[in-house]
């Protein structure tokens, strides 16, 4: 059962300190993908290689505002930070054709000149900006070349009211209308139920503690996550 529910979790890491321990974590459980600040992906790419960690790489570009256009977003990222396993881009604000236009001049700008890069992701910025804008990018994706993933924002903490089951819920329900490509949720995924409750989802962003909990929980109360996930069947 642990495992369903660990090869769920990607870790964002965003400080140099937290390197170590993250890097712990995802050698100890088998956790797919870490998610590293740009300046970090030189040491994360050591620490992987010397723990002979089997997990991917991804590099955050353009976060946390998403305000520079297409290939700009990449200007300035460390070399070791575009020759890692893919990237998560945060997509900027705009009409649909600015959009699609961003979306088709980077995913031709990586499969180019960064052929390294296996998984191009981009990322929504659901919860800061409104409804429409989400519409609007989602309904592109049918016009482009599929994302490895699409994460719904780059957020990790926010106000529960804002960040819900109910809400990611509806997130998901409002890309699905879209597109088939993998779903990743962000914001507030504090537990087991948390993931269980969003089944449409195939991976879910922590930070280092929520990455922690939710790994303590499974481990210390299995037979209720195994519950947990029978009921979610149903």
């Known amino acids: 059962m642990s495992r369903i529910v660990f090869g769920k979790l990607e870790i964002d890491v965003v400080q ?11 050698i100890g459980n088998g956790l797919p993908s870490m998610i590293v600040h740009p300046e970090l992906a030189s040491e994360a790419a050591v620490l992987r290689g010397i723990r002979q960690g089997r997990y991917k790489i991804i590099t955050a570009v353009d976060w946390p505002k998403g ?3 297409g290939i700009k977003k990449f200007h ?13 881009v945060l997509l900027s604000d705009g009409s649909s054709s600015e959009i699609q236009a961003e979306i088709k001049t ?9 052929p390294e890069i ?4 981009f990322v929504l910025a659901a919860f800061s900006r409104d409804a429409e804008y989400i519409e609007r990018a989602c309904s592109i994706l049918r016009k482009v ?5 699409i994460r719904t924002d780059h957020q990790l903490r926010l106000q529960q009211s ?20 993998p779903i990743k949720i962000s914001g507030n995924i504090n537990n087991i139920r948390t993931i269980i409750s969003c089944s449409d989802a195939a991976r879910f962003a922590v930070n280092l503690r929520q990455a922690a909990n939710i790994i303590s929980e499974t481990k210390r109360e299995p037979e209720k996550v195994a519950k947990l996930l029978e009921d979610a069947r149903k």
């Open 145 to 149: 070349p599929a994302p490895a993933l």
């Open 67 to 69: 305000t520079k256009k």
């Open 106 to 114: 980077i995913t031709d700008f990586v499969r180019t000149h960064l």
């Open 16 to 26: 140099q300190t937290e390197l170590q321990e993250a890097t712990d974590l995802m």
């Open 118 to 121: 296996s998984e191009i992701r």
């Open 76 to 88: 300035g990222l460390p070399l070791d930070a575009m020759i890692l396993d893919g990237v998560e």
């Open 162 to 181: 804002i960040a819900s089951v109910s809400t990611h819920n509806t997130i998901i329900a409002s890309i699905r209308k879209h597109t088939n490509s």
